[in-house]
């Protein structure tokens, strides 16, 4: 796990959204990337040559590396993407 | 929907806002745009409805008059490309090309964050010091135990407090610094009172929050297998040159890195105004004159694109952009109060030139970098291609860019082109007059294809 | 800075047609060099797809010269020191309409009997070569002997492999002047200094007209525009062949269209996975900038043809400037009355695939005085306008 929700701040709707199959935490209002890195999800792809792992790294829609396929579109920035209810992401992590 | 406004505004950050505020009830019809999903920009972030103590309350109630007021806010919009006639081409969701006209826009574009590469960097784990700003105000999480913050300038520091504020944990923060570079500017920083205050705020803190803070100390690898496991730190000398025999390995799964900013030009290139590039600004900056108008009639520029000096600034300059546009419409812009506030702005631009002297690059950071680390991420272009494509004889970015594929990415040379042009021109390598501004076409930011295809109704 | 250089030719230009002048060149012995006003592929070939097409020739001698350029590029793959990602892949016409589907039979057929190895392909024949080409096409014409490469790699591989038969490459450098004496060429003057040389090559592209003015000829080389659309790394859709749309033919040479603006599509995935989409031919000046109407235009006729393309990116487009000739064929050779100036210029969107037999010719005629394909049918003097030289 690399963040924590804090405790005292009021989430809105919970929702429930796929990785791999797999149901993660996830609230209304929430950017994808967080809630991925909520749920200890860090490796996102590989650049390309097998040996390039990578993740989030700008946070701020910039540097185009935490893509992710959303609802079968591939290539999609979490941090640019909205959690939504029944959302099936898939990570490739190569 | 509205295609034709009087001012649209781009970038809801604080020179945004500030424009936005003046312009506000003076019966015009105004459009503000911005790719978050509210207000606030990087420096404003916050999620509605939460306290935010790091916004003071006159930000607080700047952000309250302008959501409430008339002004037409699209949100999570992109703009993707623009012309000197001032159209705009925006994708708001899910996924629509709009075209939108104004009579005046204001590129209130902000800054993105600018890196030093270093072996690993490009590891999962390893995240700028701004990702970690978003995830705990636009999203209410903090990092877990063990997170190292690095850097230069005053991001590190701020990042490394504000965790703790939020009753994180922070592991060490490591600035490359060293304490008597700080002392150059110390006269610049007392008048800069408040500035000194926030600063001795946010150390006083960390230092409570008994946080391993050391200086002149840089991050020269990060290791794992398939993400980050270890920070690899060297100590340096006053010259920056890296202390033989002070390697330190730290167990860590999470490094925040920041470097300084690099203001946010390619709309206002694409549209055609002249830009700068001054390093002591961050940069490539928007040329502008007293009002804030760019080359190109009726398109303004505010905030970080025409030079990095922190939110204040901003917020001047988008007031000073509100009322320069005032005048123009021959609604009462109070011209004494721009001069005020033009005064106020040269302050504070010296404030920016000492954060952007911070983060400049020295020679020693070109020398130290291994020709294995990756300069551009997006292509896996390493340093030791580019050294290589210089030696074969490119004299130009397109050149570079050709030979080595570096900026041909989807960032499209953000990520990679600041740290590129400025590791030259210190280098000494290019020639100034060599140095233009990266080529831009549309879009501005990748489009669905379909965006492109979509027919208007 | 005025220093003192000395070549046995001086090429200008270092695109592509440049550098494969200058690498043929160099096996050959001549010290060469290579004089670009920025940096190499500054110009059309830094701005192109890497199409090696037999199928878009006139047949006759634009055929003949494309095959041989073809030939060359089967060694060249192996000889150059940079792989230049050469694919023999084949290419194909895409016929979407029964108006198109009659022009068509007839090309192939006309083809045919010029050597050309095509054929027509129903939809369901195109689609199993071609999986993500649309249910909607009527078919497709087909030959296994175009083929694509990366046009900067071939650029660096000419070059390179140049610099290592010793020639000079000098970037950043314009040349500003021809010095000539009793009707001879006798140096390049340039802003990084002269270069004493016999022998000129303009290769200059899309700016060889103005270079021809330093010897005071006329070249008639237009800047023709081509935009193109570039998506990000993606393997849906996957695309082997080179696809372009039936009716490019038509707006290459039919008379009426080939003086206007207008358009086709062509279709190129490269090995790392982006695909480029093109194109427009339109006369523009030197304005490289790309225009909204064109690329949706572009993006829309090639979602036709291959519906996969909308779930894609697009993260960039570029413009370059095709050298057009009148006659849409090449201007090579020696020139009558400049001795010692050759052209090897207006290669009208064509330099890629032809560069090959371009570097070969012309270094066989300047070398040997003569070439295993007459260069008389490209000669500048082929339109009469050139000037008697300045004395």
Redesign the interface.
């Known amino acids: 796990m690399n963040v924590m929700r804090i405790k005292s701040i009021p989430r809105d709707r919970a929702l429930t959204i796929y990785v791999n199959d797999r149901e993660i935490e996830a609230y209304e209002q929430e950017t994808l990337h967080a809630a991925l890195l909520a749920a200890g999800i860090l490796v996102l792809r590989d650049n390309g040559n097998g040996m390039s792992p990578r993740g989030i790294f700008c946070g701020m829609g910039t540097c185009y590396e935490c893509l992710v396929t959303v609802n079968g579109q591939p290539n999609l920035r979490a941090c640019q993407t909205l959690v939504e209810d029944k959302m099936e992401i898939v990570i490739d992590a190569g | 929907m509205r295609d034709n406004y009087d001012v649209l505004i781009v970038g809801a950050g604080p020179a945004g806002l500030g424009a936005a505020d003046i312009l506000d009830g003076h019966d015009l019809n105004i459009l503000m745009v911005d790719?978050n999903?509210h207000t606030g920009g990087?420096y404003l972030r916050h999620?509605p409805g939460?306290e935010n103590k790091n916004i003071s309350s006159i930000d607080s109630q700047l952000i309250a008059r302008v959501t409430k007021s008339g002004i037409d806010r699209w949100h999570?919009a992109e703009v993707v490309?623009g012309t000197p006639e001032g159209w705009l081409?925006v994708i708001i969701p899910p996924n629509r090309i709009v075209d939108v006209h104004a009579d005046f826009i204001i590129l209130a574009c902000g800054t993105?964050?600018k890196f030093r590469p270093f072996p690993g960097w490009?590891?999962?784990?390893?995240?700028?010091t701004?990702?970690?700003?978003?995830?705990?105000k636009?999203?209410?999480?903090?990092?877990?135990d063990d997170?190292i913050v690095a850097g230069r300038g005053p991001l590190p520091l701020l990042l490394a407090s504000e965790i703790l504020q939020?009753?994180g944990r922070v592991r060490a923060l490591l600035d490359e610094t060293h304490a008597l570079s700080h002392l150059k500017y110390l006269r610049l920083l007392a008048s800069h009172i408040s500035k000194l205050g926030e600063g001795t705020r946010h150390l006083l803190r960390v230092v409570r929050g008994k946080v391993p803070i050391a200086t002149r100390t840089r991050v020269v690898g990060a290791q794992g297998q398939?993400?980050l496991e270890e920070v690899v730190t060297m100590k340096t000398n006053r010259h920056g040159d890296l202390l033989p025999n002070s390697k330190k390995v730290i167990p860590a799964?999470?490094l925040a890195i920041g470097h300084g900013f690099v203001p946010n030009v390619e709309l206002a290139v694409l549209m055609g105004c002249r830009v700068d590039y001054v390093s002591e600004k961050g940069g490539w900056i928007v040329r502008t004159h007293d009002e804030l108008e760019t080359s190109i009639e009726n398109i303004f520029a505010a905030g970080e694109v025409t030079g990095v000096a922190g939110a204040q600034k901003s917020l001047l300059e988008g007031q000073i952009v509100g009322h320069s546009i005032l005048n123009r419409l021959g609604l009462n812009g109070n011209k004494r109060q721009i001069s005020e506030l033009i005064k106020t702005r040269t302050h504070y631009m010296e404030f920016g030139k000492y954060v952007n002297s911070l983060t400049r690059f020295s020679q020693a950071d070109i020398e130290t970098v291994s020709d294995e680390t990756i300069l551009c991420?997006?292509e896996?272009v390493t340093f030791g291609h580019i050294r290589q494509a210089l030696i074969?004889?490119?004299?130009?970015w397109?050149?570079?860019k050709?030979?080595t594929r570096c900026g041909?990415?989807?960032?499209?040379g953000?990520?990679c082109g600041p740290i590129l042009e400025e590791l030259l021109t210190i280098s000494g390598q290019w020639h100034s007059s060599?140095m233009k501004p990266y080529s831009i076409?549309?879009?501005v930011k990748?489009?669905?294809?379909?965006a492109?295809?979509a027919t208007e109704e | 800075m005025r220093n003192r250089y000395k070549a046995d030719v001086v090429v200008i230009g270092g695109g592509v047609i440049g550098t494969s002048v200058a690498y043929h060149l160099a096996k050959e012995r001549v010290k060469v060099i290579i004089v670009e006003k920025n940096d190499l592929a500054s110009g059309a070939s830094g701005a192109c797809c890497g199409f090696v097409g037999m199928q878009t020739r006139k047949p006759g001698l634009h055929l003949r010269i494309a095959l041989e350029s073809k030939k060359r590029f089967e060694t060249l793959k192996d000889e150059l020191p940079v792989d230049i990602e050469y694919h023999n892949d084949g290419g194909m016409f895409i016929i979407q309409s029964d108006s198109e589907m009659d022009t068509m039979r007839q090309y192939v057929s006309e083809r045919r009997n010029a050597g050309l190895e095509v054929k027509i392909l129903d939809t369901k024949e195109a689609r199993e070569l071609e999986p993500f080409l649309s249910e909607e096409i009527l078919g497709a014409t087909f030959s296994p002997m175009d083929a694509n490469v990366n046009p900067y790699r071939l650029v660096q591989g000419y070059a390179k492999g140049a610099h290592e038969y010793g020639s000079q490459i000098m970037t950043g450098t314009r040349a500003r002047g021809i010095g000539i004496s009793n009707g001879r060429i006798q140096n390049v003057e340039t802003n990084r200094g002269t270069i004493e040389t016999p022998v000129v090559v303009n290769a200059a592209g899309a700016y060889a007209a103005e270079v021809g003015r330093l010897v005071g000829l006329e070249i008639p080389v237009v800047p023709r525009r081509g935009q193109i659309i570039v998506t990000e790394r993606t393997d849906t859709p996957k695309i082997k062949s080179a696809l372009l749309s039936a009716n490019y033919f038509a707006a290459k040479f039919n008379p009426d269209l080939a003086q206007k603006n207008t358009d086709f599509t062509n279709i190129e995935q490269m090995e790392n996975g982006t695909i480029l989409l093109g194109c427009s031919l339109e006369f523009a000046g030197f304005d490289r900038t790309t225009t909204r109407e064109t690329l949706r235009g572009i993006a829309e006729r090639a979602s036709k043809i291959v519906p996969g393309l909308r779930n894609t990116q697009i993260i960039r487009s570029y413009a370059g400037l095709r050298p057009y000739s009148p006659d849409g064929l090449p201007i090579m050779g020696p020139v009558k009355s400049m001795p010692g100036f050759f052209v090897a210029t207006g290669h009208s969107g064509d330099g890629i695939c032809l560069s090959a037999i371009t570097g070969m010719l012309l270094a066989q005629q300047i070398v040997h005085g003569q070439s295993e394909i007459s260069l008389n049918e490209f000669s500048l003097d082929r339109f009469q306008q050139s000037k008697t030289a300045l004395g």
């Open positions: 790719e999903m990087q999620m939460i999570r490309d081409q993105r964050e490009t590891l999962p784990g390893v995240v700028s701004g990702a970690v700003q978003v995830l705990m636009g999203n209410g999480m903090i990092p877990s997170i939020k009753k398939g993400k799964s999470f991420r997006c896996n074969d004889g490119c004299v130009s397109p050149g570079l050709m030979t041909m990415g989807r960032c499209q953000r990520t060599q076409r549309f879009p990748p489009i669905p294809f379909s492109l295809c």
